[in-house]
């Protein structure tokens, strides 16, 4: 089902319920669990990891919210780089913990959590400013674990995660952000992909404008990476966010990739030199 029918499908349930913010369970398509079934071994070596490399943490948010989470620790020792990550929309880390698992055997220690409301954390309603509290407290524990300040840590985001991951960056800076396969904002998701006359807010009570805040932030390293076959989030919107942001930007487009195989489409010594590149230039060591 292409991108356009998937959300035009959610467009149409919305105005039958009368929803005022119809959009929200688009974008937080939580899936809640007692308890978490991700294990070491993926369903690929790239993203199968030596027993013992995954570390359970609970992290404890400011408002009262717990947050299940993952440490994926790298069989490098000192890592390249510690890496805070943000999944996508869909169910929770048992779906989401194989990328940071890919990145671990790459050379990086990764935190990867779960949202308020998502998997094994505290069921409460997410919003754009619950996400960033959320964001917070990750960003406290990893730099607590690295011994790093917040400016020596990469931030990852992927998908929806890309708008979690901008917003945490425009108030804690990051040595280097990622973003892969990210939206400009809810209004332009909205106007690419409903062609329906409807303001924004009345789907989503939340802006994530990505485009916004990139387009103000300063001195941050920037890594774009989008499909070319990318029907769900069009790699037009990586264009659209890398003409705003401020050097030092790059785009990678990958000849091929939808939405979800970026890696696997480029291959993991092409992924793992893109990164490597990235990075070399940045500072995420003591």
Known sequence: MSRGVRLGAV????????????????LYARVLVNQYSYTAEGGSPEESVPPGSLEPVTLEVEDGVRLGAVYVKSPQQP???HV?????????????????????????DVLVFD???WGMSTNV?????????????????LSARAGLPPERLVYYGRSFGTAVATQLAAYHPPAGLVLESPFSSVEGLMRDSSHMDLPAGFLSQSAWDTEGRLRALEGVP????HGTEDDFVR???????????R???????????DHDDIPARMGSVAYARTLESFLADIHTQP
Do not use: M, Q
Request: positive net charge; glycine residues 8%.
């Open 125 to 141: 309603p997410p919003t754009e400013a619950g996400l960033l509290a959320d964001s917070r407290a990750a960003l406290g524990w």
């Open 115 to 117: 949202y308020r409301g």
């Open 84 to 108: 805070l990550y943000f999944h996508g929309i869909c169910c929770n880390l048992d779906v989401h913990v194989d990328r940071p698992k890919r990145l671990a055997n790459l050379g990086y």
């Open 79 to 81: 890592p390249r780089a």
């Open 247 to 257: 050097e030092p930007k790059r785009l990678v487009r990958v000849d091929g990739a």
């Open 222 to 225: 920037l890594l774009l990476l």
């Open 235 to 245: 790699p037009e919107f990586s264009d659209r966010l890398y003409a705003v942001a």
């Open 11 to 26: 467009l149409l349930a919305a105005v039958g319920w009368g929803a005022c913010y119809a959009l929200d369970p688009f």
